[in-house]
């Protein structure tokens, strides 16, 4: 069974219409990929600026960014966890509000893209993205949450 550790660091996001459906959605997306723990951080843009400039030299925040394990866990722990996500509270509720999307919805999205980075999959090429996005509109509709591309908005990078 998939368990994914939310953390709620940003207040903003303390609604349980918000919480619920990301979460729920983020551990579908780590189902059946070998090991099935993570950890969601539902955060602001002031932690993701700091967090996108660290890892990525990319001083401004982002709506998402994953950070998968290391290869440093001991091949006898049965169920390493697979990283993090993280998603920022303003740059996600902008997106959405730009967009005309729920912000749970989108929340959604994010949460569902960032696990599918956590268990390798990538978006730099078009096959691997057109596999990606349609993974995740898939993942989305079983939840009742539209197609995210719809608008052809991406994710941002």
């Known amino acids: 069974m998939s368990r994914v550790v939310l953390q709620v660091v940003d207040p903003r996001w303390d609604d349980p219409e918000l919480t619920t459906l990301a979460h729920a ?3 579908r997306a780590i189902q059946g990929h070998g090991s099935e723990r993570a950890n969601l951080r539902l955060t602001c843009d002031a932690e993701m600026r700091t967090l996108n400039r660290s890892w990525r030299r990319v001083d401004r925040p982002t709506n998402v960014l994953s950070f998968p394990q290391e290869d440093t866990v001991s091949p006898d722990e049965a169920n390493p966890e697979l990283g993090d996500v993280a998603i920022g509270f303003e740059t996600t ?3 959405a509000r730009e967009r005309g999307l729920p912000l749970s919805h989108h929340l959604a999205h994010l949460a569902v893209h960032g696990m599918l980075h956590l268990v390798g ?5 078009d096959p691997s993205a057109q596999c990606m996005e349609n993974l995740e509109r ?3 509709a079983d939840f009742g949450v539209g197609d ?4 052809r908005g991406t994710v941002s990078q």
Do not use: G, I, V
């Open 25 to 27: 959605c983020a551990k």
């Open 148 to 151: 995210p591309y719809r608008h």
């Open 138 to 140: 898939s993942m989305l």
């Open 121 to 125: 999959f990538r978006h730099d090429t």
């Open 93 to 95: 509720e902008r997106e």
